[in-house]
């Protein structure tokens, strides 16, 4: 059952809600008064034409299929969690129809899961880093007279001091058990050095895990080292890890706990000790909330101790932006560091970072992460405290990611976009053609309830729909080359018109009776020319904006 489910469950599915003009909270008597009403409508014992009448068959086919849904609590569970498509899936029978909302999602998630274990064994998962250390101290820290007779003729030398590259890879073994590869290799300073690591992955419970692992490769000798992961309850878990390394000096054993505790929902609490040669404790507070990031460590250790602190900011905008500081001191010194964090694209966030300390000097740290790829590049630019690396750190990769993002990746995600769209069309035009045969098809059985209804708005001076518009509307004078996209839905409005009122709820339009949605994925809004008590009015709405017609100040003032 589960393999059959899409991620893409409401791609081309028909809204019932908005099909009956309800609200998704709408009660059985809302559902039933706008049954009731389409029925009248659409029923085919209504029309005598025998053309007309196979169209009203449809029309009202779908209809009681929407009520028939939504009027039953099991039914429209599932499909409020996975729209139309959900309810064709074969296997809903084995779910109890007592069951509720949360329960039914509660299967679905199950049934993922052993979706996904399944898909396991065509995983790799593959994860990566590189990192390039650049040495770039000569153009701030060159202050001897005699620069100008050094070879090269004084220009600064830059370099890369250090590199290290590792990847791993992941290959299931069973549903529980998962073997991990990973290799890495490094040099700094003309030394270079590799490494290769196996680890066994079996996930023993729902509540814990256990690995064993091996390395071979590094300098200090092969490794041997196990780690075990156990939910002690549901805000509380504890992480142990031991290794022993065989080296020539002899057998080097590390070994280190962790505990952890969800103190409220967005603040955890964390006990780590480590012991062996650097032994230390370390106590750490970290709140995370939709808007900010908080974090405050203390490590007491010999012979690292420190303390630090870091707090980000985190922008309600669709690139994720951050902005972030920390401050770490220590009888190392102390160092500053702020940087910044933006989305550029789809799968890429890029970042970049000062660090700033005393006796460590400036260094920008620039960073890339491409999908499971993570890029590093930290930039040394000097050994002291100079204002002018200080700055030039701080300004150059701000000016340079604008230019970037202006002239590269500015036009590249708008033509991503651009492509995506018209293959959005493409693959959608059968189903936009079906759809406005349909929208026709129910404005030619609405004309004469709609000729009805203008008699009796008339008559009272009530509500009559002049003109209506729905789809894309062009008024940027940089798009005169542009055509706008919309239909008339003047006569589905009117329609709907009861009692010298419009009310259409909080759903997108296209898929109210009469409507078809001509520029599918592009934003989409109604406009609306109506008179109400003798007087003409205007309203534009957005495609998923509830709308009531005419407003209150209109009464008003037909009332005064």
């Known amino acids: 059952m589960a393999a059959s489910l899409d ?52 029309l009202f086919n779908q209809v009681r299929q929407a009520y028939e849904v939504l009027t039953d609590a099991h039914s429209r569970a599932i499909y409020d969690i996975f729209g139309k498509k959900g309810l064709e899936v074969e296997g809903w029978e084995v779910v109890e129809r007592k069951r509720t909302p949360a329960e039914i999602r509660e299967e679905y998630e199950r049934l993922q899961r052993e ?41 600064p030398h830059i370099e890369i001091s250090k590199m290290h590259i590792s990847q791993s890879i992941e290959a299931p073994l069973t549903n529980s058990d ?33 690995e064993v692992e091996f390395e071979a490769g590094d300098i200090l000798g092969p490794l041997f080292g196990v780690k075990v992961f156990r939910n002690i309850t549901s805000r509380c878990f504890v992480t142990g890890q031991c290794g022993v390394q065989f080296s020539p000096r002899g057998v080097r054993r590390t070994c280190s706990l962790i505990a952890a505790r969800q103190l409220d929902q967005h603040t955890m609490g964390y006990l780590k ?16 909330t939709d808007s900010s990031h908080f974090s405050l460590s203390l490590q007491l250790g010999v012979p690292n101790s420190y303390l630090m602190m870091s707090y980000a900011f985190k922008f309600q905008d669709e690139d994720k932006t951050r902005v972030r500081g920390s401050v770490k001191t220590g009888w190392f010194g102390t160092v500053i560091e702020y940087g910044a964090e933006r989305k550029i694209s789809r799968h890429s966030v890029m970042s970049a970072t000062v660090s700033v300390g005393v006796p460590q000097g400036v260094t920008l740290k620039l960073k890339l992460e491409r999908a499971s790829q993570t890029y590093l590049f930290p930039v040394h630019l000097t050994d002291q405290l100079l204002p002018s690396a200080v700055f030039y750190a701080t300004v150059g990769p701000l000016l340079v990611y604008m230019a970037v993002h202006r002239l590269i990746v500015l036009p590249y995600t708008q033509a991503q976009k651009k492509q995506e769209l018209e293959l959005q069309k493409k693959s959608s035009e059968v189903d936009i053609a079906k759809k406005k045969q349909e929208a026709e098809s129910a404005v030619v059985l609405m004309q004469e309830s709609v000729r009805r209804i203008m008699e009796a708005e008339e008559s009272k001076m009530g509500l009559i729909i002049l003109n209506a518009w729905y789809g894309k509307f062009v008024s940027d004078v940089s798009q005169k080359k542009e055509k706008a996209r919309v239909v008339d839905v003047t006569v589905p409005l009117q329609c709907l018109v009861k009692d010298s009122k419009l009310i259409l709820t909080e759903a997108s339009k296209g898929g109210l009776p009469g409507f078809y949605d001509p520029c599918v994925g592009e934003e989409k809004s109604l406009k609306i020319l109506y008179q109400f008590r003798g007087v003409m009015h205007q309203v534009i709405s957005a495609d998923t904006e509830p709308l009531r017609i005419p407003k209150q100040s209109h009464r008003l003032e037909a009332g005064s």
């Open 7 to 58: 991620d893409d469950f409401e791609l081309n599915n028909q809204d019932y809600y908005s099909l009956l003009n309800v609200r998704k909270e709408a009660t059985l008597e809302e559902l039933k008064a706008s049954y009731r009403r389409l029925c009248m409508l659409y029923h085919p014992d209504k029309h005598r034409n025998p053309e007309l009448k196979g169209q009203a068959e449809k």
């Open 115 to 155: 979706r996904e274990e399944r898909r396991l064994h065509q995983r790799t998962n593959p994860k990566g880093i590189i990192s390039v250390g650049v040495d770039a101290t000569d153009l701030f820290d060159r202050y001897d007279e005699d620069f100008e007779e050094m070879p090269g003729g004084g220009f």
């Open 178 to 210: 998962t073997a991990v590869l990973s290799g890495s290799l490094s040099t700094q300073n003309g030394e270079g050095q590799g490494s290769i690591n196996v680890t066994l992955r079996r996930v023993t419970s729902a509540r814990g895990w256990g």
């Open 273 to 288: 000790w480590r012991g062996g040669r650097s032994s230390a404790m370390t106590t750490s507070l970290v709140r995370d």
